[in-house]
């Protein structure tokens, strides 16, 4: 069974940085696309950005184009999401996310589609 746990999340002022990491169990390469995904108050989750291990292919959202940069580490099986110019709006619980099936990029920030989680890791952005 794989695990994912996440760490790295804290709080930080408007323009800061933090660097989330996500230890995998497993081996990043045995698995498809691994995503990062984050849910604020009383909304629904939202896929962020996710890497697919085989290419190297990476995945953001608008919103954090240019400020969050996702990484593989395959020596040591983590995810890392590298996170500047925070902003309050990104403030949200930060989930590390795998799956092991082959899967469209365009459904990468489908969550049904991940079969893994993390527990996840509060990021809080604020003055």
């Known amino acids: 069974q794989l695990q994912l746990v996440e760490s790295g999340g804290g709080l930080v002022q408007p323009g800061g940085s933090l660097r989330l990491s996500c230890a995998v169990s497993g081996f990043i390469r045995d698995y498809y696309v691994l995503c990062w995904f984050r849910q604020a108050p009383g909304t629904a989750r939202e896929g962020v950005s996710c890497?697919?291990?085989?290419?190297?292919?990476?995945l953001y959202i608008d919103p954090v184009k240019g400020r969050f940069r996702i990484t593989a580490d395959n020596v040591k099986n983590t995810i890392d999401l590298q996170m500047i110019n925070l902003k309050p709006e990104d403030t949200a619980v930060y989930y590390c996310a795998a799956t092991d099936k082959p899967m469209q990029y365009w459904d990468f920030f489908q969550e049904n589609k991940y079969d893994y989680w993390g527990q996840g890791t509060q990021v809080t952005v604020s003055s």
């Open positions: 890497i697919e291990p085989s290419t190297g292919d990476t």
